[in-house]
């Protein structure tokens, strides 16, 4: 291995850390406000691209799909008017979620018949936002006072509905989209896309964003203290569903922002999103699913060996990648004390 290649490697360790960090970013907010591991991070990931490809003239895209509504829409617009019946005892509630249904229909028939570029964009960040809290609230907030391993199971079955689900609505097809930057900047004798400048952007912006919130905000200290304590923040007048639904949203967004950003990069299809998640549970894993900067690191590392398998071993990169959780898992386990199982 020559110079040349080692840095062609790191700036591919560079772009995919990058993309395992927000994931990691996402997966530990959610685990530290509710204890759920956010399996279908990914499918929620490649929803927002997955729907932009409907909002783009049959000439970029390809594909004559104007005027065709995206199933994400349905798909979100359906839980929202489920989750206002199943709070119909609180009228005003509910009339707002109703409205939400009809506004992501309206979103969404608009950016089918034809909406500028820039537009399209945040249309379908907006149309696939609502899946997240909605999934919270209709398949984890039943199940009050679960253990981990239950809330994992609802996640992983949440993962496989929408993984189906995204192939009946965009079917098995990989997608070219526009890249917002086009081109390359050489950095020495490398060339990195323009592109993947605006996702280590967002990245820092997730990173010092979550840390500002979180220090200096009412909110971000009232979801610290669910964390914490989830029945010692109830008896202080915080809502554990709230908090819930808050960690949930900010969740989808940066998922949303994040594969938007990476559609250019990775041409998105609708399987791709479980490995894209995987991997950044293994970065969060590697931080504990606690702190936010040693999910970052993992992620850097994650990246950093799965470029280095690609080069040596590309046909087992990705068990190499996972196997990674089997030495970290082996740690923790010494370390935790043991708990004798209760009745």
Known sequence: ????????????????????ALLALALVLVFAVTRVILVPIGELLVFAPLTYVFFLPSGISGLPLQGVIPGTAWLSAGMLAVWAALDR???????????????VLGLAWWGAHGVPLWLGWILAVLIVFPIGPASYRLFFEPAKNASVLTYLIIAVGLHFAYQGLGLVFFGPEQY???????????????PINNQAFLVYGFALFCMLGLYGFFTRSLYGKALRACAVNRLGARLLGISPAQAGYVSFGIATLIACVAGMLLAPLIQPAYFQGFLLGLKGF?????GGLISYPLAVIGAIVVGGLEAWASFQASAFKDAIVFALLLPILFWRSLRSPEVEEEE
């Open 1 to 20: 291995m020559d110079w040349t290649i080692a840095a062609f490697l790191a700036a591919d360790a560079v772009q995919n850390g990058t993309i395992y």
């Open 89 to 103: 005892a609180a009228p005003r509630r509910a009339g707002v979620l109703l409205g939400g249904a009809l506004a």
């Open 176 to 190: 070219r989209l526009p890249a917002i930057l086009p081109g390359q900047t050489p950095i020495g004798s490398v």
């Open 282 to 286: 293994v970065a969060g894993i590697l």
